[in-house]
């Protein structure tokens, strides 16, 4: 079946320091992508997405390509705030269900 | 606006009680989802409906019932049933079809005491 797998975390970065966090991904066929953000306290909600490869989503200065040769979708910002602290989830939504499969999810913490 | 909101945002429930969560959607979406998300953990899945008057388990489904007979509405009763209910509870929805999003509610927590 289909399945997401993201690096765990969490990930503690400096405030303007450069951000990576990997997933990769199993499916059948070509699944759309996504990532998702998670604030304390809140629901998840779409930071991006990629419907078919080689597609950039964007948004809020986050960036992620949809790499079908490697079969990942890794989520990369240039530059982080204290405000970016949050939990994010890699997701596929793919031919064989339409039940969103969603990775264990990456902490991100931002140091002042 | 459209959206998912739940309620109540906080919940207390004795032990030996059950409770309802409520999830109502104003997308037009058919299909809804209820997750669970315990401290440090990523989602699971409970129950979920892609359209009126079905609904099927997720992965932990024990110990909670859901009922869907409307399209914009998907309750969640967490019964006595269920050991561990503290948690936070997620409701989604999509529109059923693959390859497409999901829109998540605000989440309600839920606490034993």
């Known amino acids: 079946g289909d399945s997401v797998t993201q690096m765990e975390g969490p990930v503690t970065l400096s405030e303007e320091a450069f951000l990576t966090i990997n997933c990769t991904y199993t499916a059948t066929g070509y699944p759309s992508l996504f990532w998702y953000v998670q604030y304390p306290g809140e629901g998840l909600q779409l930071l991006l997405k990629a419907t078919k490869a080689d597609d950039k989503g964007s948004n809020k200065g986050f960036e992620a390509t949809y790499r079908k040769e490697t079969t990942s979708f890794h989520l990369e910002k240039g530059s982080v705030q204290v405000s970016d602290s949050a939990v994010y989830f890699c997701a596929l939504g793919g031919a064989g269900s339409y039940i969103p499969t969603f990775g264990r999810g990456t902490s991100l913490i931002v140091h002042p | 606006d459209g959206g998912i909101t739940q309620s109540p945002k906080y919940l207390f429930r004795k032990e030996g009680q059950n409770v309802t969560l409520s999830c109502e959607q104003n997308?037009?979406?058919?299909?809804m989802y209820w997750y669970r998300q315990d401290p440090g953990q990523g989602l699971r899945l409970i129950y979920y409906s892609q359209i009126v008057n079905d609904f099927q388990k997720g992965d932990i489904a024990e110990g909670y019932s859901v009922s869907r007979e409307k399209k914009e509405s998907f309750p969640l009763t967490v019964t006595s049933a269920q050991k561990n209910p503290t948690a936070f509870y997620l409701c989604?929805?999509?529109?059923?079809?693959?390859?497409?999003?999901?829109?998540f509610g605000q989440g309600t927590r839920l606490t034993v005491v």
């Open positions: 997308l037009n979406h058919d299909a």
């Open positions: 989604a929805s999509s529109n059923g079809t693959a390859y497409t999003e999901a829109f």
